[in-house]
């Protein structure tokens, strides 16, 4: 299993980031996969995740309203769409993958990419 997040950037405050994850050698039909983020300092954060069976998503509280997370399985691709973005959303930005349904427990994923940073500062 191998994961590859990229997208991230130096944002404004209010601005919007799409971040992909890519991921290869296996199938999003069997794997759900979670956005977790770690900003400087603290500990990893569980953000958003979509279901293998049927794409069903999750969001944490702190993101509601404000990221949408969504998948291509033709393409094997995983995105987190990010709107208004606030400062307190800059971190490193991980996509994580473990069997079938989604967790809120980070520690639960199984395969992590590398990670991708996000920056929002005016």
């Known amino acids: 299993v191998q994961l590859q997040a990229s997208g991230g950037g130096l944002v404004q405050p209010g601005g919007s980031l799409r971040l992909s994850c890519a991921a290869s050698?296996?199938?999003?039909?069997?794997?759900?996969i979670g956005w977790v983020r770690q900003a400087p300092g603290k500990v990893r954060e569980w953000v958003s995740c979509?279901?293998?069976?049927?794409?069903?998503?999750y969001y944490g509280d702190s993101v509601k309203g404000r990221f949408a997370i969504s998948r291509d399985k033709a393409k094997n691709m995983v995105y987190l769409q990010i709107d208004n973005l606030k400062p307190e959303d800059t971190g490193v930005y991980y996509c994580?993958?473990?069997?079938?349904?989604?967790?809120?427990?980070?520690?639960?994923?199984?395969?992590w990419g590398q990670g991708t940073q996000v920056t929002v500062s005016s």
């Open positions: 050698d296996f199938s999003l039909d069997l794997h759900a």
């Open positions: 979509i279901s293998a069976r049927d794409g069903t998503t």
């Open positions: 994580a993958a473990r069997q079938r349904v989604c967790n809120s427990d980070w520690l639960q994923y199984s395969d």
